[in-house]
């Protein structure tokens, strides 16, 4: 089992920043590929970014491309996103999830930290 918590949600205006943070209770934390995804009100959950077990591979929504930054400190068992220039389209609960390395799909979640942009 793998227990996720995310934490750094808040509300911020146009243009600020937010580092989010989610933290892996598990002991074989570099088995895991962690995904960020997002949903909005009324909307569909969607993909943000995800980085490899090693950290060496990361990929990101078109949206966020060049603004977010996603990171991994496999010591610490924590993944790292860090939002800039965030715009009130970023509005959303904002998920980590993992990904065995081989399995492929996202089998365990976090409950999700709320950031919400004023425009």
């Known amino acids: 089992q793998v227990q996720l918590v995310e934490s750094g949600g808040g509300l911020v205006q146009a243009g600020d920043s937010l580092r989010l943070s989610c933290v892996a209770s598990v002991r074989t934390f570099s088995s895991y590929q962690i995904g960020w995804f997002r949903q909005a009100p009324g909307k569909e959950r969607e993909f943000v970014a995800s980085?490899?077990?090693?950290?060496?591979?990361?990929d990101y929504v078109d949206s966020v491309k060049g603004r977010f930054t996603v990171s991994r400190d496999n010591a610490k068992n924590m993944v790292s996103l860090q939002m800039n220039s965030l715009r009130p389209e970023d509005t959303a609960v904002y998920y980590c999830?993992?990904?065995?390395?081989?399995?492929?799909?996202?089998?365990?979640w976090g409950q999700g930290t709320q950031v919400t942009v004023s425009s």
């Open positions: 980085i490899s077990w090693s950290g060496t591979t990361t």
């Open positions: 999830a993992a990904q065995r390395v081989g399995i492929g799909t996202y089998a365990y």
